[in-house]
C-alpha cells in the first residue's frame, strides 16, 4: 500500500526561488506554495502539515511574525519550522522555535537533508 508522501508548506514570495526547492523536495514530500501571508496559518489549521519552510524576511520582515503566529496558533500541535533566509539572525531563528536555521543561497539537496531529520514519519 503506498502512502501519499508528506505535505509540506514552503512559504515563499520569490517564484524561482520555489520552484528550485520544490524540484528537489517533491522527490520525496507534497510541496504546497504559499505567496501571501493570510493563507500560511489558514492552510496550516485546515491541513496536515509535516513542517513549514520560511523566509523570515518575507513581506519586509513579516515572516518573522508569521514564525511567531505559527508557533502560539499550533502549539497544542507543533509543526517543525525550517528558515532559509539571507538574514544571520540564527539565534532569533532559534530562540523563537525554528527547528532549523539555512542561510541562503541554500542548495535544495542540503534542504531536503533537514527535512528529512525534522519530519517524523506518519505525520
Not at 34 to 56: F, T, W
Not at 84 to 96: A, K, L, N, P, Y
Not at 100 to 121: I, N
Request: hydrophobic share 45%.
Amino acid at each position: 500500500m503506498c502512502s501519499e508522501p508528506p505535505p509540506i508548506l514552503l512559504v515563499e514570495n520569490d517564484p524561482a526561488t520555489a520552484e528550485l526547492y520544490s524540484q528537489t523536495i517533491s522527490q520525496e514530500f507534497t510541496v504546497l506554495i504559499c505567496e501571501r501571508e493570510e493563507q500560511v496559518i489558514e492552510r496550516l489549521k485546515d491541513e496536515k502539515i509535516s513542517a513549514v519552510i520560511l523566509e523570515p524576511a518575507l513581506l519586509g520582515g513579516r515572516g518573522w511574525a508569521i514564525l511567531s503566529t505559527i508557533q502560539r496558533e499550533l502549539a497544542a500541535h507543533p509543526v517543525p519550522v525550517i528558515l532559509c533566509t539571507t538574514s544571520e539572525d540564527r539565534r532569533r531563528g532559534m530562540e523563537m522555535g525554528a527547528a532549523a536555521f539555512l542561510v541562503k543561497p541554500v542548495l535544495p539537496t542540503a534542504l531536503l537533508g533537514v527535512l528529512r531529520k525534522v519530519v517524523q514519519p506518519g505525520k
